[in-house]
């Protein structure tokens, strides 16, 4: 029972254009939702989060939106840049436990 | 300051084979998380670790798999009788503490069990 679903496992999107990852979840408890990137051969980084509280959070080029009602969150880059291209995973957890469940990721190619 | 680092990188090991997995967190980081990235799969937990308190093991699989963390710091996951299925990357997190705080990874290991 995946609780975190990324249900496209690719994007391709041209440089300077925006990027659009989602991700949906089904368990009404999770209120943290966070985005990592991952290169290959390197662990996950860390990239933008969000409470529960908020609907919207931007960092530079990077926005999360949360819509609770929909159990559903997204992740825009504008504009996207070819050093974008990597690997996206969103997570989700209680924030009365310290679990992240994980999605199963997004691979997002900017083509130049 | 330097992030979480894991050794060995690589690691190809016959079926059967025993492997320990080694990271180091973040100094100062009281919480420690090992999750592992099979093919196509997101990261699945496997243990926690905060501070003295008893670990989570809830994540992992099976009896083969056992993680120990010394100090308050260095933390090791062994496998016993690896198995083909055995075979993911295996991630290593810290985090300040553990309640809201964001976890940081390490570039984890490839295990591979032939």
């Known amino acids: 029972d995946q609780q975190v679903k990324q249900n496209s496992p690719s994007l391709s999107v041209q440089e300077g254009r925006i990027s659009i990852l989602n991700c949906d979840y089904t368990n009404s408890m999770f209120d943290y939702f966070l985005w990592y990137k991952k290169y290959p051969a390197e662990g996950p980084t860390f990239l933008i989060s969000?409470?529960?509280?908020?609907d919207k959070n931007e960092d530079g080029r990077f926005t999360v939106f949360l819509n609770k009602s929909a159990k559903h969150l997204s992740l825009h880059i504008v504009p996207s840049q070819p050093g974008d291209s990597a690997v996206y995973f969103c997570?989700?957890?209680?924030?009365?436990?310290?679990?992240?469940?994980f999605g199963t990721g997004t691979r997002l190619k900017v083509l130049a | 300051g330097a992030g979480v680092s894991q050794s060995p990188s690589n690691k190809v090991t016959e079926k059967g084979k025993d492997v320990e997995l080694r990271c180091d967190p973040i100094?100062?980081?009281?919480?420690l998380y090992w999750y592992r990235q099979s093919l196509g799969q997101g990261l699945e937990f496997l243990i926690y670790?905060?501070?003295?308190?008893?670990?989570?093991k809830s994540g992992l699989p099976s009896d083969r798999f056992s993680a120990e963390r010394t100090g308050g710091s260095v933390s090791t996951l062994t496998i016993q009788r690896t198995q083909q299925e055995d075979s993911a990357v295996y991630l290593c997190?810290?985090?300040?503490?553990?309640?809201?705080?964001?976890?940081?990874f390490g570039p984890g290991t490839r295990l591979t069990v032939l």
């Open positions: 670790f905060q501070g003295n308190s008893a670990p989570d």
């Open positions: 997190a810290s985090s300040l503490s553990s309640q809201g705080d964001t976890q940081y």
């Open positions: 100094s100062g980081h009281t919480a």
């Open positions: 969000i409470s529960s509280i908020k």
């Open positions: 997570a989700a957890s209680d924030s009365g436990t310290y679990k992240y469940i």
